[in-house]
Nanobody, 123 residues
């Protein structure tokens, strides 16, 4: 199992950029597909981005494609979410998630979760 700890959230202005980090601890980090989800108040958790375990494939929600970019560093056992052109609709708690071997875009398929980091975009 992996333990995941997110960081990097905060209060930003419309159009700003922010980089979220997720530090993983535990065995075999390179064997996990990684993803970011988010949950806004009163809404269900939604998929944001995913990265295959080899980092050769990426997947994005339509709402963030072209603005957000997911990456990972196996040496640092960390995954990142670069967020650009932030909008008020991006306000949410962002969660890092891990899935053994293969990628997925639904939250129910991920077994490991961090505690979340709050991102607030002010207009």
């Amino acid at each position: 199992q992996l333990q995941l700890v997110e960081s990097g959230g905060g209060l930003v202005q419309v159009g700003d950029s922010l980089r979220l980090s997720c530090a993983a601890s535990g065995p075999s980090f390179s064997m996990y597909a990684m993803a970011w989800f988010r949950q806004a108040p009163g809404k269900e958790r939604e998929f944001v981005a995913a990265l295959s375990r080899t980092a050769r494939s990426t997947y994005y929600a339509d709402s963030v494609r072209g603005r957000f970019f997911i990456s990972k560093d196996n040496a640092k056992t960390s995954v990142y979410l670069e967020m650009n052109g932030l909008e008020p609709e991006d306000t949410a708690v962002y969660y890092c998630a891990a899935r053994w071997m293969s990628s997925a875009t639904t939250s129910g398929e991920y077994s490991e979760w961090g505690q979340g980091t709050q991102v607030t975009v002010s207009s």
